[in-house]
């Protein structure tokens, strides 16, 4: 009995199932009812007394090894069943989602794409700055509402006004790079700075704490006021279209003298008057004019060599104006269904 035994231990060992079928069969041949097993079973009561115990011990080695196999196979078909049920191989492949750039960063693109063809380089400077290069070696006075706590986020505040340019602050304007790139570098200077701006205000659909702005400067012997105007009306109408008007407001700015901000025709009523220009025809892009010849000297520039000018601009403001977004909280939320929807701006 011992020998049969062992005989249908190696069998089981060694046998080969490669289907639910031959699974069955096994199930079938060694433990169904009429199966070898049971049939042990059943000789066992011939069995003389003395060997009761070492051939007991050795049927239900048979057993456990013979419903081991069969619920290891029955697991492994199985779960092969849900494989095949994965890999269906009719099946479209996965649409692999791409991303989409950012509406800012084409429009910041562009306006570097234009001033790059006129030759200038781009230039950046920290978000985290001081008082001194964004506002006290720009001119700005040092009781300058720009400078109040309700605009400027401080990082480290000094109340003792001879300290104050050593304020550590959030910039509020690219205008900063402009004083970071004169204190190491003598004219000529053309500059394009783009980079992201801070002001404690309220969010809103027109307001945010954080925005962007490109800056442009350009320091050189005998640059006019027409110059900047010959750049102006070149960007204008390379943003915009060829079409595109612009007009000059006098302004002021503690950095330029004199100042202007420029209006470019609305490029959606193309002029004739619609509730986005107030009926105006004509909306305001960005500030400009020739660098105070203030600023040249508190950077080390010599003021009766050099002139130049200067201009910035708001890039969520061209943006708005490229693509009617109506609302600046758009562009930081992150909400995918909105910049897909400048998957084909570039
Ligand atoms: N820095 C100004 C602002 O944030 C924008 C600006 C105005 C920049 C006139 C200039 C300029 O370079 O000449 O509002």
Same mark, same amino acid.
């Given at each position: 009995?011992? !020998?049969?035994?062992?005989?249908?231990?190696?069998?089981?060992?060694?046998?080969?199932?490669?289907?639910?079928?031959?699974?069955?069969?096994?199930?079938?041949?060694?433990?169904?009812?009429?199966?070898?097993?049971?049939?042990?079973?059943?000789?066992? /009561?011939?069995?003389?007394?003395?060997?009761?115990? %070492?051939?007991?011990?050795?049927?239900?080695?048979?057993?456990?090894?013979?419903?081991?196999?069969?619920?290891?196979?029955? #697991?492994?078909?199985?779960?092969?069943?849900?494989?095949?049920?994965?890999?269906?191989?009719?099946? %479209?492949?996965?649409?692999? !989602?791409?991303?989409?750039?950012?509406?800012?960063?084409?429009?910041?693109?562009?306006?570097?794409?234009?001033?790059?063809?006129?030759?200038?380089?781009?230039?950046?400077?920290?978000?985290?700055?001081?008082?001194?290069?964004?506002?006290?070696?720009?001119?700005?006075?040092? +009781?300058?509402?720009? @400078?109040?706590?309700?605009?400027?986020?401080?990082? #480290?505040?000094?109340?003792?006004?001879?300290?104050?340019?050593?304020?550590?602050?959030?910039?509020?304007? %690219?205008?900063?790079?402009?004083? @970071?790139?004169?204190?190491?570098?003598?004219?000529?200077?053309?500059?394009?700075?783009?980079?992201?701006?801070? @002001?404690?205000?309220?969010?809103?659909?027109?307001?945010?704490?954080?925005?962007?702005? =490109?800056?442009?400067?350009?320091?050189?012997?005998? =640059?006019?006021?027409?110059?900047?105007?010959?750049?102006?009306?070149?960007?204008?109408?390379?943003?915009?279209?060829?079409?595109?008007?612009?007009?000059?407001?006098?302004?002021?700015?503690?950095?330029?003298?004199?100042?202007?901000?420029?209006?470019?025709?609305?490029?959606?009523?193309?002029?004739?008057?619609?509730?986005?220009?107030?009926?105006?025809?004509?909306?305001?892009?960005?500030?400009?004019?020739? =660098?105070?010849?203030?600023?040249? #000297?508190?950077?080390?520039? +010599?003021?009766?060599?050099?002139?130049?000018?200067?201009?910035?601009?708001?890039? !969520? @403001?061209?943006?708005?104006?490229?693509? /009617?977004?109506?609302?600046?909280?758009?562009?930081?939320?992150?909400?995918?269904?909105?910049? /897909? !929807?400048?998957?084909?701006?570039?």
């Amino acid at each position: 009995m011992i !020998e049969k035994i062992n005989q249908l231990l190696s069998e089981i060992e060694t046998l080969q199932i490669s289907n639910l079928d031959e699974l069955e069969a096994l199930r079938l041949k060694y433990l169904s009812k009429k199966g070898a097993i049971n049939a042990l079973m059943a000789d066992f /009561r011939n069995v003389a007394a003395e060997e009761k115990k %070492t051939i007991g011990i050795k049927i239900n080695e048979l057993k456990n090894k013979a419903q081991e196999k069969f619920n290891d196979l029955k #697991e492994q078909f199985e779960s092969k069943d849900n494989g095949a049920l994965e890999l269906d191989l009719t099946r %479209t492949a996965y649409p692999i !989602e791409l991303g989409t750039r950012h509406p800012l960063s084409i429009v910041r693109n562009e306006i570097i794409d234009i001033f790059a063809r006129l030759g200038f380089c781009i230039a950046e400077g920290p978000e985290v700055e001081d008082d001194w290069h964004v506002f006290s070696a720009l001119n700005f006075a040092a +009781d300058h509402p720009a @400078r109040d706590m309700q605009d400027t986020f401080f990082v #480290e505040n000094n109340e003792d006004d001879e300290k104050i340019q050593n304020n550590i602050i959030l910039r509020t304007h %690219t205008s900063s790079v402009q004083s @970071r790139v004169m204190e190491k570098q003598q004219p000529p200077i053309r500059i394009i700075c783009p980079g992201r701006v801070f @002001r404690n205000e309220a969010i809103s659909y027109r307001a945010h704490a954080f925005f962007h702005q =490109v800056e442009a400067l350009y320091i050189d012997k005998n =640059v006019s006021f027409t110059d900047l105007k010959q750049v102006l009306l070149l960007f204008a109408q390379e943003m915009f279209g060829a079409d595109t008007k612009i007009r000059l407001r006098p302004s002021y700015f503690p950095f330029t003298e004199p100042s202007a901000e420029m209006d470019i025709s609305c490029n959606i009523c193309g002029g004739k008057g619609c509730p986005f220009c107030k009926g105006t025809g004509w909306v305001e892009i960005l500030g400009c004019g020739m =660098v105070d010849p203030n600023v040249l #000297e508190l950077n080390g520039i +010599d003021s009766k060599t050099y002139s130049g000018y200067a201009l910035g601009m708001g890039i !969520e @403001r061209i943006t708005n104006l490229k693509y /009617r977004v109506n609302d600046l909280r758009l562009f930081s939320e992150n909400d995918t269904r909105f910049l /897909r !929807e400048f998957e084909s701006a570039y």
